[in-house]
C-alpha cells in the first residue's frame, strides 16, 4: 500500500508561485512513474506532469514552460512548482503513483484569482 500526501496549495494572485509537495509513505526509488493530476471545478481529471525513474518528464500541453516536476528519491518525494500562474489552473491538485496499481493522495486546492 502506497499513502500519498499533498501539501503547499493555496490562494495566489495570477502571475504568482506555488509549490506543491507530495510524501510517500514507501520508497519511490521502485517506482516507475510519478506524477500530478488536477481537477478543475466542474471538470474531469487531467494529467498535469509525470517524472519516471529513468528521468524522463511530460508536461501537458497547458503547463509546459511554467511547470517543473521533480523527484527525490531520498527523500521519497515529488514536487510541482508552479510558475506564472493563471486562474485556469485553479483545481484541485493530486499526487500520482504507478506502483503494481495506481495510488493517489488526497488532493490539495490551488486557487488562481485576484
Known amino acids: 500500500q502506497v499513502q500519498l500526501v499533498e501539501s503547499g496549495g493555496g490562494l495566489v494572485q495570477p502571475g504568482g508561485s506555488l509549490r506543491l509537495s507530495c510524501a510517500a509513505s514507501?520508497?519511490?526509488?521502485?517506482?516507475?512513474?510519478m506524477g500530478w493530476y488536477r481537477q478543475p471545478p466542474g471538470k474531469q481529471r487531467e494529467l498535469v506532469a509525470t517524472?519516471?525513474?529513468?528521468?524522463?518528464?511530460n508536461y501537458a500541453d497547458s503547463v509546459k514552460g511554467r511547470f517543473t516536476i521533480s523527484r527525490d528519491n531520498a527523500k521519497n518525494m515529488v514536487y510541482l512548482q508552479m510558475n506564472s500562474l493563471k486562474p485556469e489552473d485553479t483545481a484541485v491538485y493530486y499526487c500520482?503513483?504507478?506502483?503494481?496499481?495506481?495510488?493517489w493522495g488526497q488532493g490539495t486546492q490551488v486557487t488562481v484569482s485576484s
Open positions: 500520482n503513483a504507478l506502483y503494481g496499481t495506481s495510488w
Open positions: 514507501i520508497s519511490i526509488y521502485s517506482i516507475n512513474v
Open positions: 517524472v519516471f525513474r529513468g528521468g524522463s518528464i
